[in-house]
């Protein structure tokens, strides 16, 4: 398993970072946030390639340090900790802007995201 985790960290950086841009693509949608969808989009390059950074290193870290013991566990760790990375980047990224609209206050979520997740 060690062997490939210079394949699977990028694959799995690059999935988790095109999740999160979708997701704060929608959320700003939803709530009309932002100029258009151009500029938004261009403003999330900077987030998203630290995204991506971040989640590709979690991921070879987490692969080479704990898949001689456990590859279970290897991808387990990897991937709970891709998920708390794109619930941050989520949750920091969509309250952050001083353009929010109404419809974008806190508890005011729109109507397809899941109440069981906090943003």
């Not at 999160?20 to 709530?31: K, P, T, Y």
């Not at 870290?61 to 980047?89: D, Q, Y």
């Amino acid at each position: 398993m060690r062997r490939f985790g210079c394949l699977i960290s990028p694959v799995a950086g690059l999935l988790t970072t095109f999740v999160g841009v979708f997701l704060i693509a929608r959320l700003w949608d939803a709530c009309d946030a932002g100029i258009n969808d151009s500029a938004n989009s261009y403003g999330l390059v900077p987030y998203a390639a630290l995204l991506l950074l971040v989640t590709t290193a979690w991921w070879a870290i987490t692969i080479g340090a704990v898949s001689p013991r456990s590859p279970v566990l290897a991808l387990s760790g990897a991937l709970l900790g891709s998920l708390l990375l794109l619930w941050a980047f989520v949750a920091v990224l969509y309250r952050s802007g001083e353009y929010l609209s109404v419809q974008c206050w806190p508890g005011r979520d729109p109507s397809w995201w899941p109440a069981w997740i906090p943003i």
